[in-house]
């Protein structure tokens, strides 16, 4: 096993696709095929099952590779400890909520570390894809939030991918709105006041349960009449302007990176949310990942 074995399988589960893989990680398309047979025949497992469709990972593979991405990236630090750090590419990548901290920090350690070359990778995703991430490390660093409603769901998954949770701050809850809003006049915002606007949230897909959802409290717990779900940021910004809608959050929110359209309002309530770190147990953190952690600290 080497290696270079282990970077050519992580590149097909990563494309799911062996061409691709193959072009991603500049060798033959038979040389890479040839060299996970030999792996998988030193293994004595399948990594992966092959059909006309394409490869998808099995079972065992998804345990080997969740390995073999911790080998690689202790591989990375060894190299960047000992080589200096400068002539390696940089490669880092983050799973999170969608939250305008965690992107603030992402931009703070590409301006400390990103030099010539860098791999970086942001992905503001479902809540269950986070987990998943950084339990199979294509993440370092995952951020999420729990609360009273999901912490034992949430917390059982994270004992069961061997991970950690470290919290970061404990809020009460906000609304953000637009500055047009009427709600914005509001000193603080009652359930009541929310009933004629639409309530924005983030879909979670096959996981579109309370206790995957990116807000702390459901359209079902207030009887909400006007519901959207969207997939990113952006289209929840502009339709918290272009609609007067609203969701349900920390209220920390960056004005340099969102503008000064959106706002945040206290909501009478008196449920509260925790959002923390996720990190796999036992994998050393690189310098990305710590400085990464500092920064959202600064931030929030």
């Known amino acids: 096993m080497t290696l270079q074995q282990l970077k050519y399988a992580v590149a097909v589960a990563d494309y799911k696709n062996i061409t691709e893989a193959s072009r991603r990680v500049f060798v033959s398309q038979p040389s890479l095929t040839a060299s996970i047979r030999d792996l998988e025949n030193e293994m004595g497992i399948t990594i992966f099952s092959r059909s006309n469709k394409g490869v998808t990972v099995t079972n065992d593979g998804d345990e080997f590779l969740s390995y073999a991405r911790q080998v690689l990236e202790q591989s990375a630090l060894l190299e960047d400890r000992y080589k200096g750090g400068g002539g390696a590419s940089t490669i880092f990548s983050v799973s999170c909520q969608h939250y305008s901290f965690a992107v603030n920090a992402f931009v703070d350690v590409i301006r400390m570390f990103g030099g010539a070359e860098y791999d970086f990778t942001l992905r503001e995703t479902q809540t269950h894809e986070i987990i998943e991430d950084v339990a199979h490390l294509k993440s370092e660093v995952g951020v999420i939030y729990t609360s009273s409603r999901n912490e034992d769901v949430i917390n059982r998954l994270i004992k069961k991918n061997g991970l950690c ?94 503008g000064p359209e959106i706002i945040a309002k206290p909501l009478d309530s008196d449920e509260r949310m925790t959002v923390g770190v996720l990190t796999r147990k036992g994998v050393t953190l690189s310098r990305y990942a710590s400085a990464y952690i500092d920064s959202i600290k600064r931030h929030i």
């Not at 949770?165 to 637009?178: G, Q």
């Not at 096959?206 to 990116?214: K, L």
């Open 165 to 258: 949770f470290e919290p970061l701050f404990t809020t009460a809850l906000h609304v953000f709105v637009s500055k047009s809003n009427p709600l914005a006049k509001k000193r603080k915002i009652s359930f009541a006041n929310l009933s004629e606007f639409p309530y924005l949230t983030y879909e979670q897909g096959d996981f579109n349960s309370f206790y995957f959802a990116e807000e702390p409290i459901s359209e079902i717990d207030f009887d909400s009449p006007k519901n959207i779900k969207v997939r990113d940021r952006a289209t929840l910004f502009n339709l918290l302007i272009g609609l007067d809608g609203y969701t349900i959050c920390s209220g920390v929110i960056s004005h340099e990176l969102n």
